[in-house]
């Protein structure tokens, strides 16, 4: 079964930590995603990646960056977590081209709680 | 521009139908609907793009309008695993391939 794992379901750190969240997929997906969801907002794209040590901002890239060395994880980094960064975080990935670009396998979430 | 989805929420019976409208104040490319369950991770349910067919997941159809600019998910003789949050999303005609999100419609399907 196809999937794309998040390390951690539940986090909870303090004010100024440095968080790392990771992703990892298995689907040999060439694009990765990081969103956050908090209620009433949606969906909102941190950052995106089309490959490897590629990346590109989203709508929200203040006060992360992220990495990806590999093909297959895409690392989510909060340098200094506050507490307005407390959400959801989904990670996504999908294939390269045509349609199917646009077809997202998402990961279960890590929520995150910054104090 | 975000997509206007409605309604916000909808509370069914089983067996009851529904409809879901993902609305854009651009012209469309590309419509996605999503559903997330309560503590998962939102699924794909099905592509429609401009000039495509009506698309179909079980009992789940939607349509593309591309005059109104406006795609509509129908859920047909709902099931208790219905239930959930549907997420549309959206590419605009010209727009790098850029996918929008709505807010969402919550969907409760009670016994």
């Known amino acids: 079964d196809v999937k794309v794992t998040q390390s951690s379901r539940y986090l909870v750190k303090r004010t100024g930590e440095k968080v790392f969240l990771e992703c990892v997929q298995d689907?040999?997906?060439?694009?990765m995603f990081w969103y956050r969801q908090d209620p009433g907002l949606g969906l909102r794209l941190i950052y995106f990646?089309?490959?490897?040590?590629?990346?590109e901002k989203g709508d929200i890239p203040e006060g992360y960056s992220v990495s990806r060395e590999k093909k297959e994880r895409f690392s989510l980094i909060l340098e200094s977590a506050s507490t307005n960064q407390t959400s959801m975080y989904l990670c996504a990935s999908s294939p390269r081209g045509g349609s199917g670009a646009n077809v997202l396998t998402f990961g279960a979430g890590s929520r995150l709680t910054v104090l | 521009q975000q997509p206007v989805q409605s309604p916000q929420a909808v509370i069914l019976r089983e067996g009851e139908d529904a409809v879901i409208n993902c609305s854009s104040s651009?012209?469309?490319?590309?419509v996605h609907w999503y559903r997330q369950k309560h503590g998962e991770a939102p699924v794909f349910l099905m592509i429609l793009l401009k000039g495509g067919e009506q698309k179909g997941h079980e009992k789940i159809s939607a349509s593309f309008n591309e005059k109104k600019q406006q795609s509509s998910l129908y859920l047909t003789a709902s099931q208790l695993s219905y239930s959930g949050t549907y997420f549309c999303?959206?590419?605009?005609?010209?727009?790098?391939?850029?996918?929008?999100w709505g807010l969402g419609t919550s969907l409760a399907v009670n016994p």
């Open positions: 999303g959206i590419i605009n005609a010209g727009n790098n391939r850029k996918l929008i």
């Open positions: 689907m040999d997906h060439e694009n």
């Open positions: 651009k012209a469309l490319y590309s």
């Open positions: 990646s089309y490959d490897v040590k590629m990346k």
